[in-house]
């Protein structure tokens, strides 16, 4: 019965958002040619506006009326300008057309159409009469180019796909596991968390790929599509930590076990760690001897950079980090103290437990850093606690055994 009703919800997901990316998606490339048309347009008129008041200069020379006499959006920009006169022969165009003839209907007006050319440029054209002391005098056809809009919108289609099935994999592993280990009566956490952590960033992408997609000024692209980069990466740290947790709940998780010195491990994390936080004071001290350790390093590197960048969030730059090793019997015990906020005893009891955030805000992480240490530790059959004063600061320390042991 569980499993019938998990295909019905993953697939009624799944179609509420197609149908939404499809929505959002068509809504978008309609405001885009909407406003590629309505530039077009505005630049006819403006030349036909600046014809009829210097006729004069047009008669004389229709080439040299806008194209030559000074640089300006119709000489060097993406429009491409053509005057044909009354009869349908080609008067002047400008620089960019090169050998291309933009398309020509001789007594027509106000006719907009797309076209490519031979080298699959595709341009949007408009064709409007000169009309000079209500007479048609000629015709004016305006071009611009609209490979780089399709090719924005290819790109934002594509995103659209790939967040779309990477949020349908992960609430589908979710409903999976969860509800195959019997956890429904964690299904609203989950619902919540999910919703949450993956609906602000997909939020912030769609707005600022609306916004870049409405940008001409490459400065503003790049702005735009770095804090697209940044919510991806974010949404991406959110996925993996989801899907290690679910491989942990189901029990497919393993550990890959190998010797390795824990001392050069403390070191290699923390140097990754200066690059995320260059600013914090950190103070390390580790055993003189060498501290070998039989474990899964990938792993153990996990749970130092999740207590490493929990206690950053919970400091500032001015407040010391102090990481700690020291070697006991057979097991070596790891500390990570900070001087920062701290926590009442009330939230240092949950502070291990899945999905648990003290503070509700974004910054302070995704409730899972500090749960998936405490499994990874437990895993390796070692121990994990925290002492913490509201106020002034945490400790916590992981104790793991020297070797491995078999259950």
């Given at each position: 019965m569980f499993f019938k009703l998990n295909h019905w919800v993953l697939g009624f997901l799944a179609l509420i958002l197609i149908g939404?990316?499809?929505?959002?998606?068509?809504?978008?490339r309609k405001i885009l040619i909407e406003g590629a048309e309505a530039r077009l347009i505005n630049s006819v008129d403006h030349i036909v506006v600046a014809i009829a008041k210097n006729s004069k200069l047009f008669y004389e020379s229709p080439e040299k009326f806008l194209f030559s006499t000074t640089a300006n959006e119709f000489t060097s920009g993406s429009y491409m300008v053509q005057f044909v006169d009354a009869k349908g022969n080609i008067l002047a165009k400008s620089p960019n057309l090169l050998s291309n003839n933009l398309p020509f209907t001789l007594g027509e007006t106000d006719i907009l159409e797309d076209i490519e050319f031979m080298d699959g440029v595709q341009i949007k054209v408009y064709q409007s009469k000169i009309v000079i002391n209500k007479r048609t005098v000629g015709y004016v056809v305006v071009g611009i180019s609209i490979n780089q809009m399709l090719n924005n919108l290819q790109n934002l289609r594509d995103l659209m796909i790939g967040i779309g099935a990477i949020t349908l994999l992960v609430l589908g592993l979710g409903i999976q596991v969860f509800i195959s280990n019997n956890m429904i009566k964690n299904q609203k956490r989950f619902l919540s968390f999910a919703s949450h952590e993956l609906r602000t960033p997909l939020a912030i992408v769609k707005g600022h790929a609306e916004v870049a997609l409405n940008q001409k000024d490459a400065l503003e692209w790049k702005k735009a599509l770095?804090?697209?980069?940044?919510?991806s990466e974010w949404m991406n740290k959110v996925i993996n930590n989801l899907l290690f947790v679910f491989r942990t709940q189901s029990g497919?998780?393993?550990?890959?076990?190998?010797?390795?010195?824990?001392?050069?491990?403390?070191?290699?994390?923390?140097?990754?760690?200066?690059?995320?936080f260059p600013n914090q004071k950190i103070c390390l001290n580790l055993p003189e001897k060498i501290a070998m350790v039989e474990a899964d390093p990938d792993r153990i590197k996990q749970v130092i950079n999740n207590l490493l960048e929990n206690a950053a969030k919970h400091s500032f730059p001015d407040q010391m980090i102090t990481i700690s090793l020291d070697s006991l019997s057979k097991s070596y015990s790891l500390s990570v103290k900070d001087e920062g906020t701290g926590m009442t005893l009330e939230t240092s009891k949950k502070v291990f437990d899945l999905f648990y955030k003290g503070n509700q805000k974004r910054d302070d992480g995704?409730?899972?850093?500090?749960?998936?240490?405490?499994?990874?530790?437990?895993a390796h059959h070692g121990k994990i606690t925290v002492e913490s004063t509201l106020g002034k600061g945490s400790v916590f320390t992981v104790i793991l055994p020297e070797k491995r042991k078999i259950s």
């Open positions: 939404a990316s499809l929505f959002q998606f068509l809504f978008f770095l804090i697209i980069q940044q919510e497919t998780e393993k550990l890959n076990y190998a010797f390795f010195n824990f001392s050069e491990l403390i070191s290699e994390s923390l140097m990754n760690f200066k690059k995320i995704m409730g899972l850093g500090l749960s998936i240490a405490h499994w990874i530790v437990n």
